[in-house]
């Protein structure tokens, strides 16, 4: 069983759209939770930061976290065509030694 | 420049080349990272830095062999590689050993 599971998509969306992305997990010691965006030919860019359970909001985005289900989300409001990338999450224990990361939900959102 | 700037961005190289990807950080983090990105795979972490100290080797071959001369810079010396290693190469760095990471925009290296 992978250690994080994301499903690649594609996921195509009509502009003003809300988006939610998802991950699920398997091991119960991760306790911070990472989404990144990454748009093509690029690096990967941090977009949100949580610990442990509970929701987190910055402008259009809000990500969720639910560990009693091993599954977080990222929403996304109002979705822009620059939001069209590939979107990955990530965790770590709180002991860690690494991250661990999905394969990437790719987005494009249709003006 | 600031972030993780990482050079050559496109590098094609024979199976018997020897090359070096490089990588520099101008935001003061104490750690560095090699990651490799594969289409639909997990980042697969290669090497990490703490204070130039490796204190992480993913069980990567040989013919990958990291160089960290200080916190800023971070190399991946390249020799012998095979077709299947063709991939983007992603350097990060982080504030302290595993908090989040900061990307460079990676490398992609085709293997002929």
């Known amino acids: ?111 | 420049e600031t972030g993780v700037t990482q050079t050559p961005r496109h590098l094609v190289m024979g199976m018997t080349n020897k090359k070096s990807l490089k990588c520099e950080q101008h935001l003061g983090h104490n750690a560095m990272y090699w990651y490799k990105q594969s289409a639909k795979k997990p980042l697969e972490l290669m090497f990490v830095y703490n204070f130039k100290e490796q204190t992480e080797n993913n069980s990567v071959p040989s013919r990958f062999s990291p160089e960290c001369p200080n916190s800023s810079h971070l190399f991946l010396h390249l020799h012998t590689l095979q077709p299947e290693d063709s991939a983007l190469y992603l350097c990060a760095s982080s504030q302290v050993l595993n908090s989040p990471l900061h990307f460079g925009n990676g490398t992609r290296l085709t293997v002929t």
């Open chain 1, 1 to 111: 069983q992978k250690e994080v599971e994301q499903d690649p998509g594609p996921l195509s969306v009509p502009e003003g759209a809300i988006v939610s992305l998802n991950c699920t997990y398997s091991n119960s010691a991760f306790q911070y939770f990472m989404w990144y965006r990454q748009y093509s030919r690029k690096g990967p860019e941090l977009l949100m930061y949580t610990y442990s359970s509970g929701n987190k909001e910055d402008g259009r985005f809000t990500a969720q976290v639910d560990k009693s289900s091993k599954y977080i989300s990222l929403f996304i409001r109002d979705s822009q065509p620059s939001d069209s990338a590939t979107y990955l999450c990530a965790m770590i224990p709180n002991t860690g030694n690494q991250f661990y990361f999905g394969t990437g939900t790719s987005l494009t959102v249709i003006p």
